[in-house]
């Protein structure tokens, strides 16, 4: 059985030599809006592979993408990307994902939630898929070190995000931990009538 750290930081590298790591990363945003994301994570010092509808793909150090994180006014979630695998079926999902080494990533004193989304996937239920991921971390945890982490749904410590397309399924980690449009000023309150994200590019536009 593996142990790990008091301070509850698994590090496979120092820290210095994964900022220094060029990585691709996922910043997703309001559809319309990818053209002024670009533009805005370019200006952090990272470099624009491509857009998609809602999503800017960037490359750059672990600092880049902090930037984004910190300084972006128009970015909904920054994605570190976790892994590919093959997922023909909920089963072969779990087994690809039980093999990851969650434990460099993570410990089992975090709460962990996860997001699915789908397109023209074998794996219909998203739902389902998600229950499977989540499964395959905490199995991998229990396996590893007798404990595992907790499921929170509302303020998670780490959000996991699981995207399918045909057999194939993307896992990510949200490197700000949820949605960006909300800045921390407030923990609750009414339902705003729009994103901080949504008004900051009003007034970009204007």
């Not at 990510?172 to 901080?196: F, T, V």
């Not at 994200?197 to 536009?205: C, E, P, R, W, Y």
Request: charged share 20%; proline share 3%.
């Amino acid at each position: 059985m593996k142990s790990f750290s008091p301070s509850g930081i698994f590090m496979t590298e120092n820290t210095a030599a994964i900022n220094q790591k060029a990585v691709t990363f996922t910043a997703t945003c309001a559809g319309g809006l990818e053209a002024l994301l670009a533009s805005e994570i370019a200006g952090f010092g990272a470099g624009i592979l491509k857009t998609a509808p809602g999503a800017v793909y960037f490359q750059g150090n672990l600092e880049a993408a902090y930037r984004t994180c910190l300084w972006s006014r128009l970015a909904h979630r920054v994605l570190k990307p976790v892994a590919e695998v093959n997922a023909q079926d909920e089963n072969e999902l779990y087994r690809q994902a039980f093999d990851i080494d969650w434990s460099s990533r993570f410990n089992p004193e975090k709460t962990i939630s996860v997001l699915c989304k789908a397109t023209r996937a074998s794996i219909s239920n998203t739902h389902f898929a998600a229950l499977r991921l989540k499964d395959a971390v905490v199995d991998r945890f229990t396996a590893d070190f007798g404990r595992r982490p907790d499921v929170d749904t509302q303020n998670p410590d780490i959000t996991l995000h699981l995207y399918l397309e045909g057999n194939r399924a993307a896992i990510s980690m949200d490197l700000a931990g949820g949605s960006l449009h909300k800045r921390g000023y407030r923990l609750s309150g009414d339902q705003a009538p729009l994103k901080e994200t949504l008004a900051a590019a009003v007034v970009h536009l204007s």
